[in-house]
């Protein structure tokens, strides 16, 4: 589509609602998802009940994953005016899949690499709540490798390629897209991690090396599905690698795993 050049004063306005409209977007997928999982953790012990750390976990995909970030893309996409198979969503072809494998390993380079330079210099780096769960009960690891594939991926590259990317690149070229799509995805993780600010930030800004490949393979293909399909199987493989370490350290065949599963815990997009 071939679009009329905007002046100055007109292009700024235009990024300026572009930015204004995706923080809004992103906000109420957030506050929802969390104002549903606050609802649904006092609901249940209000009953009596002492939901485990697994229920817990599956409250909470489901609440922001699921229900909260699908929900709001959604009615962004009933707002607009617009179908669902305007985000791009189709079987992929022989050269997707392609991509498919090619951003994984993107994905995963850049997720060691961000672990092994946290490892190197010893920078404070926040630690993602799942790892408090995982350390209660590591089975809640296996639970998450299926549901980084049926939840998280979808629902977190529904709201953040489809949704917020879609609508930056409708202001800016692609390369300003996709890189403000991946700073506000990394962002939005800074309340799922827990300790100071600045170890917050410092994960938030290995996160965002990851998220810009998925940027990346939405942007090459226009296929939703082939950002979903690399962002499930890269948390899958750190969520096993995770669970591995773990239980080879309870057999005493490692070390404990310490920083090294924190690292890898740390830079878990979800």
Known sequence: MVSSPLSPD???VAGVRAV???LVVSGLGLGAGVALVLALSVLLV??????SPLALLVISLVSIQGVAFGGVALLYLRF???????????????????????????AFIA?????IVIGITGAPAGENQVAEFASTDPSVLLWLIPASFLLIGPGEELLFRGIVQGRLRETFDRVPGVVLASALFAAVHFAALTGGAGGRLVTIAVLFFPALVFGAVYELTDNLVVPALVHGAYNATLFAFAYLAIRLSESGA?????????????????
Do not use: K
Request: neutral net charge.
């Open 254 to 270: 490692v070390p404990e795993p310490g920083s090294g599963a924190g690292a890898l815990a740390l830079v878990v997009g979800v």
């Open 46 to 51: 209000g009953v009596g009940l002492d939901p």
């Open 111 to 115: 997720a060691i690499t961000g672990a």
């Open 10 to 12: 007109d292009s700024t």
């Open 20 to 22: 204004t409209a995706v």
């Open 80 to 106: 607009r005016g617009r179908p669902v198979t305007s985000v791009g969503v189709r079987l992929p072809s022989v050269r997707e899949l392609l991509i498919v494998v090619a951003g994984y390993a993107t």
